[in-house]
């Protein structure tokens, strides 16, 4: 069964950075398609970042291109979600997932049954 532990959410002001990491701690993240997701108070929740299983290019949603990041390292079997340039739109819950998905449908939400408990992220000044 595959699991997802996250770190390094927080606050930080508008324009800053912040590194988000999802561990797969029972499962070869290798293996499998990875996303974040986001999701805000009233608001449904949303891709932000993938890697599919069937190519290595990464899709970004167009409210974080050139922004945010999605990276992953075999060796730890960790994802990362760098975020740069904050703005106090991106506060959210970030999830990250992981299952087996193929294109661009892993920035789809109802792609996954895998998830991560979720990181607070605050962007305020």
């Known amino acids: 069964q595959l699991q997802l532990v996250e770190s390094g959410g927080g606050l930080v002001q508008p324009g800053g950075s912040l590194r988000l990491s999802c561990a797969a701690s029972?499962?070869?993240?290798?293996?499998?398609?990875i996303g974040w997701f986001r999701q805000a108070p009233g608001k449904e929740r949303e891709g932000v970042a993938c890697f599919s299983i069937r190519d290595g290019n990464p899709y970004y949603a167009g409210s974080v291109k050139g922004r945010f990041t999605i990276s992953r390292d075999n060796a730890k079997n960790t994802m990362y979600l760098q975020m740069n340039g904050l703005k106090p739109e991106d506060t959210a819950v970030y999830y990250c997932?992981?299952?087996?998905?193929?294109?661009?449908?892993?920035?789809?939400?109802?792609?996954?049954?895998?998830w991560g408990q979720g990181t607070q992220v605050t962007v305020s000044s």
């Open positions: 029972t499962f070869t993240l290798a293996s499998y398609a």
């Open positions: 997932a992981a299952d087996r998905v193929y294109g661009s449908r892993c920035l789809e939400e109802r792609e996954y049954d895998y």
